[in-house]
C-alpha cells in the first residue's frame, strides 16, 4: 500500500504548501492588521462581539442589582438610565448582530465549497469599523457620556431640548457607523452565495444556512436604510437645527417611531433567522438524518422576512393608530406565526425521521426548543391589541423580548459555537464543565424571565429605577435577580468550557459529527485556503454520497487546484445552475481596510467632539483611500481565458462584463435605494400626518432648473452607456465621458438652482427636507463625478479594453441610479409649488 | 390566553419528547407542514385576532349618549386635567371621572412622550407632543384607582404617577361645581 499512497500524499502536501504561502498573512500582530482572509477576519470579528456579549451582560448585573430590592439606592435614576439604555444598545447593535455575522464569515466560504468571501478587504474594513465605532461608545460609558433615553432613542427626548449632552451623539454616530460595516458584510455575503460557490451547486443543493443567510443579508440591505436616515435626520436636527421631529416647525416624533420600528421589526428575525439556519443546520446531524421539508423551510424563511416588513406599527399600538390599522397590523403580527411553525415542526419533524443523538450542541438546541416557544407564543398574546395596551411598557415585554433573543438566538448559537468548534480551533468538545454550564444557564434564564413575566402582569413599568415596598413586587423581583446571577454565571462557565476546549481538548478527526456538507471536507482547523481544489459535487450532502471526497479534494480533484498562478483563485458559478463560469482573482493582503476603517471612524466620530474639520478631512481620506483601493485591483493586459482545471476555461473576473464589483455596487445600490425611499416616505409622512402643514411658502420650480435637470438626467443615462459601447469596440471613448460629466454637472446645477432661492432648512420641516432632497442629489453628483474622473484616468492608463469594460458598466449603474433617484428628488421637492 | 398557550407549549414539548427516543419513524409533509405547521396555527391565530379585534373595537371611543369628556395634558413629570363639562376647572395629579359612565380622555403632551395607563380603567394611551390621543375610560365602582406615565420620559420617569378618582352620581355634581366632595 504504502508505495501506492506515497506519490498521492506528496501530492496533498504540495499543493497545501503552495496555497499556503499565497493565502496566509504575515506572524505575528502585523497580520492581524493586513489580513483579509475570511477566517482570520471571522475570528476578530467573533472574539470581539463575544467581548461585547460580556460587557452587555454586566451591565444586565448592574440592571438587576438595582430592582433586586425596592428603594434601591444602588444608582441615581440618572445612572440607570444610561445602564439600561447601553444594555440594549450594546446587545443588539455590538453583539448580536455581529456575533451572526461573524459566523457567517467563517462558515458560509466553508459550506458553499469556496475559498473566501467575495470581498475580502470589504470584509475586513468592515470589522474595524465595527471594532472603532463599538469602543468608541464603550469608552463614552465609562466617562459617562452614554446615552440616556432608551435603546430606540425617542425623540423629543433625544431631540437637544430634552438631552443637551453628547449622549445621543454617541448613540447615533457609534452606532450609524455599525450599521455601516453591517451593510458592507450584507453585501458581501449575498453576493457570496449568488456567486461563489462549489461547481454543481445549484440554487437547490445550497446548504440551508446559505439559503438563511442570504435572505437576512437581503433583509440588512432593506432594514437598516431606515434607520439610518432617521439617525441621520435626528442628528441633522441636534446639530443644525433642521427641524424634522419638533412639531412646531412641522415634524413629527412619530416619524422616528415608523423609521425606527421600520428597521426594528425586520431588526428581530435578522436575528432569529441566522440562528434558524444554523438549528437547520446542527440538527439533521445530530440526529443522522436530513432535514425535512428543506423548500419548505426555505420558503418559510422567506415569507418570514417578507412578512417582517409589515409589522412594524406593532410595537406602536399604543401610539393612537386607527382602528383599520390596528386590525391589519394584528393581522399581520399573529400571521408570523405560521412561517415560524413551519420552521418549528421541520425540525421536530426531523428529528422525529431520525435517531438523535444527545452531543452538547443537541442539548443546547433543546434548550432554544423550551424557550422560543414560549417567547413564541407570548408574542402571539402581543400582537392581540388590547392585551398589547395593558402590558406594553412593562416588564412582560422585556421578559418576552428576552425569551425570544436569548431563547430563540443565544441558545443556538452557543450550539453552533460548539458544533463548530472543531473547524475552528481542530479540537473536539470534550469536558463535563459544558453539560454542568447548560443545567445551570437554562433553568436560571427561566427563573429570571418567568419572573419578570409576572412582574409586568402585575403593573411594574419597564425602565423604572426603583419601586415601593408596598407594591408588592419583592419577592419577584428578588428572585429574578438571583436567577440573573446564576444565569451570568451559566454563561461565564459556557465561556470557560469553550476556551478550555479550544486550547485542551483532543485532537479531532476529520468531520467528526459525520455532517454531510462541504465544510467538513477540509482537514481540522479549517486551513485558511478552505479547500485544496473546488470540488463538483452533484446533492445537499457530498460527503454523504461520497466519504472520500475530502481525500480527492485535498488531492487536487476538483477545480483550480492549488495556486499554480500565484494569486488567491476561486471559482465563480452561474447562480441559478451552480455551473462554473468565471475564475475569482481576489486581493490578498492588505493594510488598506484598517486604514480606510479608521478615517471612516473618524468622520463619524470627529463631530462629537466638535471637530467638523477634522471630520471633513477625514471625508476627503475616506474619498482618496476609496480610490486608490480601486485603483489597486484590475490588470493593464487582456490575459484571456485561464485554465480552471478539468478541462475548462474560464474567463478571469477581470474580463466580464458582470465583475463582483458590479454585483456588490448593484446591492448597494439597493440599500441606496431603500435610504432614497426612506427619505420619501418622511417626507410624504410629515405632509400628510404632522401638524403645522402646509408651510408658509412652497417653492416655484421655474424653468431653468427643470431643464437642467432634465437635460442633465438624459445626458448621465445616454453618457456611460455610450462609455461602454465605445470601449468595447476599441473606439475613443471621449463623447460619452463628456456626456456623462456634462450630465451629472447639469443635474448638480439643477439642485444648485432649487437652494439659490429655496426656503430656510431651519424654519419649516418641507424646507429642510427640500434641503436633504438636494443633499441627496448632490452626494451623488459627487461619487459620480469621482467614479467618472477614476474610469477617464483608467482609461487612460490602459486598464480596460473590449474585454476588461466591468469599470465602465459600474459606472453606467451609479450614473443611471444618481439620474433616476436625482430626478425624483427634484420633482418631489418641486411639485407641490407647481400644482400649488 | 394563559391556558391555551400552556396548552400548545405542552403539545409541542410532549412531541419534542416523542421525537427525541431513538425509534425512526416516517414522518410526512401532509402532517407535518399542511398540519401542523399551516393550519393548526392559522385556525388557532383567525380566531384570537377576531377576538382581539371584537374586543379592541368595544373599549374603542366610540360616541355614546351620556358620554363625558376630559382633557389630560402631560409634562415632564406631571400631569395636568380639565373638564369639559366644567370650563376653568383645573387639577394637577388627580383626574375625577364619574363612575358607570363612558369617559373620553383626551391626551396630549407639552414635551416629550409619555403615556397614559391606569390599569384598571382602559389599556394605555400615548400622549404625544403635537398630536390628541382618544382613550375610553370606563369605572363601573366609585373609588381610587392609581394610574401611571408608561413611556420612558428621562429622570423623573419613575415618579411620574398620578390617580383618578370615581366618583358617584352626587358626587361628581358637586365636584363640577368647584367643591370637593
Known sequence: MTPRLGPRRSRALQLHRKLITVWSAPPGWRGWLVTTNNNDIGLLFLGVATAFFVIGGLLAMLIRIQLATPRSAFMAAETYSQIFTMHGTVMMF????????????????????????????????????????????????????????????????SSTAFSPGIGADVWLLGITSIEVSAIAAAVEVVVTVLRYRAAGMSLARMPIFAWYMLVVALMILTAFPPMILGSVLLEVERA???????????????????????????EVYIIFLPAAGMIGTILPVMARTQILGYGWVVAAAISLAVLSFGLWVHHMFATGIPQLGLAFFSAASTLVAVPTAVMVFAWIGTLWQGRPVMHLPMLWILGFFATFVIGGLTGVMLAIVPFDWQVHDTHFIVAHLHYVLIGGYVFPMIAAVYYFLPLLTGRHPQFRLGRIAFWVTVPAFHLTFLAMHWAGLLGQRRRIATYEAEQGWEAINFSASIG???????????????????????????????????????????????????PVIEGRAPLDMDPALPHRIARGEGYLAG?????????????????????????????????????????FLAPLFGAHLVSALALVGVAGLAVFWAWTSGRKVDEGPVDAGLGQILPTS???????????????????????GSLLFGYAFLWTIAPNWPPPSWITPGLVGPILAGGGGLALMFGPRRTVRAISRSQPPRTGLALTGVGVLALAAAAGWMLRNGPDPTSHAFGATVWLLAGHVLLHAVITLIMLGFLALRIWRGYTSPRRNGEARILQLWADFTAVTGLLALTAAWAPGAFA | MLWSSGTIFVFVMV?????????????????????????????????LTLYGLILGQRLAPVPAPDLVRVEAEARQWAWTFRYADAPGLVTHGLLHIPAGRPVDVDLTSVDVIHSFWVPRLAGKLDAIPGHVNRLRLSADQP??????????????YTGHVFSVR????????????????
Do not use: C, K
Request: aromatic share 14%.
Open chain 1, 94 to 157: 455590538l453583539f448580536a448582530i455581529p456575533f451572526f455575522e461573524a459566523l457567517s464569515i467563517l462558515l458560509l466560504p466553508g459550506m458553499l465549497g469556496t475559498r473566501d468571501m467575495a470581498f475580502p478587504r470589504l470584509g475586513a474594513f468592515g470589522v474595524w469599523v465595527y471594532i472603532f465605532g463599538g469602543s468608541a461608545v464603550i469608552v463614552a460609558m465609562i466617562m459617562g457620556l452614554a446615552p440616556d433615553g432608551g435603546w430606540f432613542m425617542y425623540p423629543p427626548l
Open chain 1, 240 to 266: 443644525l437645527g433642521w427641524p424634522f421631529y419638533r412639531v412646531e416647525e412641522g415634524g413629527d416624533p412619530l416619524l422616528w417611531q415608523h423609521l425606527f420600528w421600520l428597521f426594528g421589526h425586520p
Open chain 1, 484 to 534: 440573573a446571577f446564576a444565569l451570568a454565571i451559566g454563561f461565564a462557565l459556557v465561556i470557560l468550557d469553550l476556551g478550555l476546549n479550544a486550547v485542551l481538548a483532543p485532537r479531532s478527526r476529520r468531520n467528526p459529527w459525520a455532517a454531510g456538507t462541504l465544510e467538513w471536507a477540509v482537514p481540522l482547523p479549517s486551513p485558511v485556503y478552505g479547500f485544496g481544489a473546488i
Open chain 1, 563 to 603: 495556486a499554480d498562478r500565484h494569486r488567491r483563485e476561486t471559482l465563480i458559478v452561474d447562480t441559478a445552475t451552480g455551473a462554473p463560469a468565471q475564475v475569482a482573482v481576489l486581493p490578498g493582503n492588505s493594510i488598506l481596510p484598517f486604514l480606510l476603517a479608521i478615517v471612516t471612524s473618524l468622520s
Open chain 1, 654 to 676: 477581470h474580463e466580464v462584463p458582470d465583475p463582483p464589483g458590479w454585483w456588490g455596487s448593484l446591492l448597494l445600490l439597493l440599500a441606496d435605494g431603500v435610504h432614497f
Open chain 2, 15 to 47: 412531541l419534542l419528547a416523542v421525537a427525541l427516543r431513538r425509534v425512526p419513524r416516517i414522518a410526512t409533509e401532509r402532517f407535518w407542514f399542511w398540519g401542523l405547521g399551516v393550519v393548526f396555527p392559522l385556525a388557532i391565530l383567525a380566531s
Open chain 2, 143 to 156: 373609588g381610587d384607582y392609581a394610574g401611571a406615565s408608561a413611556e420612558f420620559s428621562g429622570r423623573g
Open chain 2, 166 to 181: 370615581a366618583h358617584a352620581p352626587a358626587d361628581w355634581q358637586t365636584f363640577l361645581q368647584g367643591m370637593n366632595p
